[in-house]
């Protein structure tokens, strides 16, 4: 309800739940969530940040074992939005709740999910960690080496270990496994040219997304 302060909407959530102590639940998410500077306050003052930790803390109110949560950061500003996150992962971490939770960015994804299932056009076509999920996309480390002078990328086809390679003129791109296993046979193969800059990156959620949109 739009007109009711923080407090009174816990407060009537917890009738609703039929809870007992119901002073003792609102004050703990209360606690939980760090409302008590907005407890007065009436819902349709608060801004969207605070409203959606509201909405946290009266789904929590009853202590779920499962919690679904939709996009809960979607239209917040980025220091909000980190706070949400942070508050989302200790109460999973702390209250050792089952939090289901549906979302558009892949770092939050990264972030608080230890499983995580893709869905395109209401099927699952994904569904596993993030560390499986990059095996079963065939997602290796990316060396980029930057360099001055001619170099036969055809060497590279003698290390078998290299997944792919995307090159452009002095700049090129090593898809493997492990870089770290082979990085020293492929700086052997540069001994002829001046490298200006290595690079060595992961993959992330995002590069999965890519790659099972194809």
């Given amino acids: 309800p739009w007109s009711l302060t923080v407090y009174e909407n816990l407060r009537y959530f917890a009738m609703l739940y039929g809870l007992k102590n119901k002073d003792k639940a609102i004050k703990n998410v209360i606690d939980l969530l760090e409302l008590e500077p907005f407890s007065n306050s009436r819902f349709d003052s608060l801004s969207t940040g605070i409203k959606q930790r509201l909405s946290l803390a009266k789904a929590l109110l009853n202590e779920p074992r499962l919690l679904f949560l939709d996009e809960p950061t979607v239209g917040l500003d980025p220091d909000m939005a980190i706070k949400i996150r942070q508050q989302i992962k200790s109460i999973h971490e702390e209250r050792d709740i089952t939090i289901v939770l549906s979302t558009h960015y892949m770092k939050e ?95 992330d959620l995002e590069d999965v997304f890519l790659e099972l949109s194809r």
């Fill in 109 to 203: 994804a990264e972030q608080l999910c230890g499983r995580i299932a893709f869905i395109k056009k209401g099927e699952i076509i994904a569904n596993a960690s993030l560390l499986e999920l990059k095996k079963q996309m065939k997602l290796g480390e990316t060396i980029t080496i930057e360099y001055e002078g001619e170099f036969d990328v055809a060497a590279l086809k003698n290390i078998p270990e290299i997944l792919d390679t995307v090159y452009g003129t002095g700049k090129i791109k090593i898809i493997a496994e492990n870089a770290g296993s082979i990085l020293d046979r492929i700086l052997k193969l540069f001994c002829d040219v001046r490298i200006k800059n290595i690079d060595i990156s992961q993959p």
